[in-house]
């Protein structure tokens, strides 16, 4: 069975830092990997996906993630975070064949000025 | 595009009432989910549709939640009688195909009283 873990419940860093946030997967065949984020009082907004190509994906609002197979992780990270990206952070997976997505528990960011 | 439209947005019920939340896909896509968010389970998947037809419902919780969608632009998660437990916010998404990007609506949120 498919599954993803987001072993930080809170991340928090000084604006202008660079952010991670973790994401690791379990899939029995290829995976395709997914971002969303969620600020207070809306509903998930596609950041960035990985299905196949280059490891490194580039999203929405300068984000970016690394596709790391050996280590079946999809961090997504920032160079430069900013206050506005104070939000909840969802990675999801889903395999080849399997149609619906299978969301971590999500991470809250909290950037401080 | 104007995106995936839930209504209503908020929704203030006793217990024991009946509850129907609506949603209107975005056009052309052909798979649709409903989540639920609480902060103790997080984002679970109740059912999804493809083509109209209910795929998969075994995350629906209880015989009172029921969901149908009649034609293609057009979906209800109905909750009959509605508990305090029921009390979250409802998500639908939309994809084209299975295996492409969800996109979420802004939500229901459900208070139970």
């Known amino acids: 069975a498919q599954s993803v873990a987001q072993p930080e419940d809170q991340v928090n860093v000084a604006e202008g830092n660079p952010l991670t946030v973790k994401c690791t997967y379990s899939?029995?065949?290829?995976?395709?990997l997914f971002w969303y984020v969620q600020y207070p009082n809306r509903g998930l907004q596609f950041l960035l996906k990985?299905?196949?190509?280059?490891?490194l994906v580039k999203g929405s609002y300068g984000f970016e993630a690394e596709f790391n197979k050996s280590q079946t992780s999809f961090h997504l990270k920032k160079p430069s975070a900013l206050v506005s990206d104070s939000a909840l952070y969802f990675c999801?997976?889903?395999?080849?064949?399997?149609?619906?997505?299978?969301f971590g528990k999500g991470t809250r960011l909290s950037v401080i000025a | 595009d104007a995106g995936v439209i839930q209504s209503p947005r908020h929704e203030v019920t006793e217990m024991g009432q009946e509850v129907t939340l609506r949603c209107k896909p975005i056009s052309g896509h052909d798979y649709l989910f409903w989540y639920r968010q609480t902060m103790m389970r997080g984002l679970e998947l109740l059912i999804y549709?493809?083509?109209?037809?209910?795929?998969?419902d075994s995350g629906m919780p209880e015989d009172r939640f029921s969901a149908k969608m009649p034609n293609a632009s057009f979906s209800t998660l109905k909750i009959q009688p509605s508990e305090p437990r029921d009390s979250a916010v409802y998500f639908c998404a939309s994809s084209l195909l299975g295996v492409e990007t969800q996109y979420f609506g802004p939500g229901t949120r459900l208070l139970v009283l």
């Open positions: 990985y299905i196949t190509g280059d490891n």
């Open positions: 549709f493809n083509n109209n037809v209910p795929i998969d």
């Open positions: 999801a997976v889903r395999d080849l064949g399997n149609t619906p997505l299978v």
């Open positions: 899939v029995s065949g290829n995976p395709y």
